[in-house]
DNA sequence: CTGGATCCATGTTGATACTG
DNA sequence: CAGTATCAACATGGATCCAG
């Protein structure tokens, strides 16, 4: 990453370091669950089973550590209604919305150049010896 | 991902899934090393072990995998060359240029929201009960 | 309804040694 | 130089059961 993020700029607030974070980040989108749940929040807030529902055959485990993940990096809130049965919603924050987007871009990257990982991966496996 | 990439638009080539291949690319550029390996590939074609230098502390183990990993998705080339003893130079293709662009747009987006991130992960540890 | 706790199968990574 | 092969350590995800 280097030229990207001047890692002794920050005076004093300096956290571990930023390309830890970088990684850090890229491993959240990367993982499996992480990205389809921001997806499915990007119209608004959505409760723990309703989520559960959309994302269809995710365990309740990885949904709960997933969202979990989002908001220890504050990608998105959990907001608890003290009613019963208890209701606790989910929604993306700004930031989240934003990271979002950028991850948008790689699907359209995705899209684009369709055509050059298959053809590349179809090389890989067999191209006739 | 709905609404980023029409799921049933492209005609016949109907390879697996869109989705697939836009989680597969997340995967990748969420591992360990593919992304620090292809910003040592911005500047021009490396040879292995020049790779194996400047991205420190990967073992030839990883970097052999992750190389093979960005040449399956034709992110990179791999090109022998027959000398003695033998030179193998990879070079970012169009393709895994566009998409490291992407990749740096996510650093910026770390390095903008650095705060809120170390905020949120702060507040998780202890906002003093 | 929301989610914590546990157990377990599997995949991923690192260390190390060996090869054309 | 540029890998491959093997094994052990560890992380990850799923299934299941329990609880406020």
């Known amino acids: 990453m280097t030229g990207v993020v001047d890692r002794e700029a920050r005076s004093t607030a300096e956290q571990p370091d930023p390309c830890d974070l970088i990684r850090s980040v890229l491993a959240r989108v990367g993982d499996k669950w992480t990205v389809v749940v921001m997806d499915e929040l990007r119209d608004g807030p959505r409760r723990f089973n309703e989520l559960r529902r959309l994302v269809s055959p995710i365990t309740q485990r990885m949904l709960t550590s997933t969202l979990r993940g989002l908001e220890s990096d504050g990608l998105a809130t959990r907001t608890v209604h003290p009613t ?35 053809a590349a991966r179809a090389t890989l496996k067999g191209p006739k010896s």
Do not use: F, N
Not at 99 to 105: D, E, G, H, N, P
Not at 108 to 116: N, P
């Open 84 to 118: 019963v049965p208890p209701q606790v919603e989910y929604a993306l924050t700004d930031s989240g919305r934003a990271l979002l987007t950028i991850v948008k871009s790689v699907a359209t990257w995705a899209d684009t150049h369709l055509d050059t990982v298959y």
